[in-house]
């Protein structure tokens, strides 16, 4: 089983669970997959990109996710984010939120957040970065070098 990141048109993220990538293209393609909040079936993955947000005690951590550096560590990044950062999937922006006003303990997260949830932030002040993230790899076990 695989997890997939899934946005509809109108900007709700969600997780999805497939056998595999081909069966998730499927039931993409007949439209099995719907919206849990508003019920859309044009579904579409969010692999591109997630929010992190660090803690202000990790400064040295900011400092190596400038854009450039994100583009050249590619993979090394990624698997230092999901080492280090926690993940809250969708409760991204709420999570971002709680540490910003001290409910929480400041620390690491990544999750995905919406357009409209990134306004928020951006309004309320809070630094987050967005990575790209690599495409799922494909099941084709003879691309594999
Ligand atoms: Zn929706």
Known sequence: MIAYDLQCTN???????F???????????????SCPVCNDTTISIIPSTFAIKSSPVSKPIEAQLQDDHIKK????????VEKNFDDVGCDFAKEALKIHYGVTEPRNIRGVS???????LKKEGI???KIPMP?????????DS
């Open 11 to 17: 900007g709700h993220a969600f997780e999805g669970w």
């Open 73 to 80: 560590m590619g993979r090394e990044i990624i698997d230092f």
């Open 127 to 129: 630094q987050f970065f």
């Open 135 to 143: 495409a799922p790899p494909d099941s084709d076990p003879s691309a």
């Open 114 to 120: 919406t357009k409209a949830e990134e306004k928020t």
């Open 19 to 33: 056998e595999d990538r081909k069966a998730y293209l499927d039931q993409q393609k007949k439209g099995m997959i």
